[in-house]
C-alpha cells in the first residue's frame, strides 16, 4: 500500500467512505486532502452507519490516526455537530488530527454561499455550505487558518481585517445584515480550545510516516468533474478533488503516491446545476434513484440519475492515473432488460471519445450508446465474481476493457461485507 489515494472518478458520492473504509483497516493514516463540510461519506458496519462530513471516515478503526490535511476548509460550527454526532456513536475521537494550514470556513462564508446562491441566474447548486467564498479568501489570501485560530490577538487581527472587506459586500450588494467580529472573535477563541488538542503540523507528520513507509491511505471528496480546474466549470466545486489534489493537500510529493485508486458507480449521479449528458429524467432513472437510495448525505437533495458515461470515466481515468478501479452500487442496476452504456459523444456533427469538460459544450454533447444485457437476479449476496450473473461480468469487463484499468474491487451493497475482491 504505502501511500494510497482515493478519488471520486464521477460527480462526486460514488461511495468513497465505503471504499475508503475498507482500505483503512490495512492503514495507518488516513487523511482527508480536499473539500470541507460540502462532503458527505456513509459508512455501514455491523448494522449502523456512520456519516462524515469534515472527519476522515477512517476514524472508525482504531489503529488509524486520522488526519484533516492542509488542503481541507473546515466550518468549526459543523465540525462539533458531526464530532458531538460520532461521540455518541462511540468513536474515539482521540486519534484525530487537524492541520495548522487549514483554512477556516467562517459564519460569512456561509452566509455568502447562501445568499449567491439565492439568485437565480448564475446559480451553482452548491450545497450551500460557504466552501467557494472560503477557497476564494485562502486565494485572496485574507483567509482565517487554524495556526491563526491558536493565537488570540492574530485571530482577532484577521477577523477584523477580512470584516472590512466582506461586511461591506454582505451589505450592499446582497442587503442582508453585516457580521459583528467581537462576537466572532469570541465564539472562535472558545472553537480554538475545543481543537487544540488535534492541531499538528501535517505535512512533517506525513512525510515522515512516508520515510518509515508506513501505509497511508488518501480520502478524496467530491469527484474528478467537480473539480475547478479539470471538472466542468463553472458548475464545479472548488478544490481539487482529482489525485493531484492529495499531494496539494497533504505535503506528500507525487513520486510517493504508489496506488490510485479510482471510484466509480455502475451508472452515473450529479447534484446539483451544470450538463449531464447520460441524464435519465424518466421512470428508468426514477428506478435507479429509489433502488440506489439516491439522496444526498449533506443536503438530502434528490440526486440526478443516468447511465453510465464511459467517455467521462476514461477522461478521468487519465486526468487521475489511475492504477486500478472500485465499481461500486452494481446490485442498483439488477433487474433492467438492458443496460445503456456511453461509449462517445455527438459533438457539432462528429463523433468523439474525448471528454469536453466546457459547460456550454457538454451540454450539447449527445451521448452515443452501446447496449448491453442486463441481469434480472439480486447480487447483493454475492462475494466472488464466480457467483455474479454471467451479463454482470460483461458489463464490468466492457468498462475495464474501455478504459483500461483493471476493476479490482466491486461493491454490492453498503456494508464492508458486500464487496468483491477481484485479484
Ligand atoms: P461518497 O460521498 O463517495 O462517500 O458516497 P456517499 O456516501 O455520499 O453515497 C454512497 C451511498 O451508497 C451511501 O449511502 C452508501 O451507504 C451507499 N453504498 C455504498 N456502496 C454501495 C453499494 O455497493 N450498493 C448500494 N446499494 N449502496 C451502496
Ligand atoms: P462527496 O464527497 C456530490 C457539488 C454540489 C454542487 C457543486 C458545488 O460526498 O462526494 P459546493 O458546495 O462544493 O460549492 O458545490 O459541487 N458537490 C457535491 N456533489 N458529492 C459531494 O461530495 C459534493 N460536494 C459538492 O452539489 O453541484
Ligand atoms: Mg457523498
Known amino acids: 500500500m504505502s501511500v494510497l489515494v482515493v478519488v471520486g472518478a464521477q460527480w462526486g458520492d460514488e461511495a468513497k467512505g465505503k471504499i475508503v473504509d475498507l482500505f483503512a483497516q490495512r492503514a495507518r ?31 472508525l478503526h482504531p489503529n488509524v490516526i486520522a488526519v484533516v490535511g492542509d488542503g481541507v476548509v473546515m466550518d468549526l460550527r459543523a465540525f462539533g455537530i458531526e464530532a458531538a454526532a460520532l461521540h455518541e456513536q462511540g468513536v474515539d475521537l482521540s486519534r484525530l488530527r487537524i492541520g495548522r ?9 456561509r452566509l455568502l454561499d447562501e445568499l449567491e446562491e439565492a439568485q437565480i441566474e448564475g446559480r451553482i447548486g452548491t450545497t450551500k455550505r460557504g466552501i467557494g467564498p472560503t477557497y476564494a479568501d485562502k486565494a485572496w489570501r485574507i483567509g482565517v487558518r ?36 467581537n462576537e466572532l472573535i469570541e465564539e472562535f477563541t ?55 489534489g492529495a499531494c496539494l493537500g497533504t505535503g506528500i510529493a507525487p513520486n510517493r503516491l504508489t496506488e490510485i485508486w479510482g471510484v466509480a458507480k455502475a451508472y452515473t449521479t450529479r447534484v446539483g446545476e451544470g450538463p449531464f449528458p447520460t441524464e435519465l429524467t424518466d421512470e428508468i432513472g426514477d428506478r ?24 467521462a470515466l476514461r477522461y478521468a481515468a487519465r486526468v487521475n492515473g489511475f492504477t486500478a478501479l472500485a465499481v461500486t452500487l452494481l446490485d442498483v442496476l439488477s433487474g433492467f432488460e438492458r443496460l ?84
Open 190 to 244: 472558545h472553537y480554538a480550545e475545543q481543537i487544540r488538542p488535534y492541531v499538528c503540523d501535517v505535512p512533517h507528520l506525513l512525510m515522515q510516516a512516508a520515510e518509515r513507509s508506513e501505509p497511508i491511505v488518501m480520502e478524496g471528496a467530491q469527484g474528478t468533474l467537480l473539480d475547478l480546474d479539470y471538472g466542468t466549470y463553472p458548475y464545479v466545486t472548488s478544490s481539487h478533488p482529482i489525485a493531484a
Open 288 to 311: 435507479i434513484r429509489n433502488r440506489g437510495r439516491e439522496y444526498g448525505t449533506t443536503t438530502g437533495r434528490a440526486r440526478r440519475v443516468g447511465w453510465l458515461d464511459l467517455v
Open 340 to 423: 445503456k452504456v456511453c461509449v462517445a459523444y455527438r459533438y457539432n456533427d462528429a463523433q468523439t471519445r474525448e471528454f469536453i469538460a466546457d459547460a456550454p459544450a457538454l451540454a450539447r454533447c449527445e451521448p452515443v450508446y452501446a447496449e448491453l444485457h442486463g441481469w434480472r437476479e439480486e447480487i447483493d449476496h454475492c462475494r466472488t465474481l464466480e457467483e455474479l450473473p454471467t451479463n454482470a461480468r460483461a458489463y464490468l469487463n466492457f468498462i475495464e476493457e474501455h478504459i483500461s484499468v483493471p476493476i479490482r474491487l466491486v461493491s454490492v451493497g453498503p456494508s464492508r461485507e458486500q464487496t468483491i475482491q477481484c485479484s
Open 101 to 109: 494550514g487549514v483554512h477556516l470556513t467562517m459564519p460569512y462564508h
Open 146 to 181: 487554524v495556526a491563526d485560530l491558536m493565537e488570540r490577538d492574530r485571530l482577532a487581527q484577521r477577523i477584523q481585517r477580512v470584516l472590512q472587506r466582506r461586511n461591506p459586500t454582505i451589505q450592499r450588494v446582497y442587503g442582508a445584515k453585516p457580521l459583528n467580529a
Open 29 to 59: 493514516y488516513v487523511v482527508r486532502y480536499a473539500g470541507g463540510s460540502n462532503a458527505g461519506h456513509t459508512v455501514c458496519v455491523n448494522g449502523a452507519t456512520y456519516k462524515f462530513h469534515l472527519i476522515p471516515s477512517g476514524i
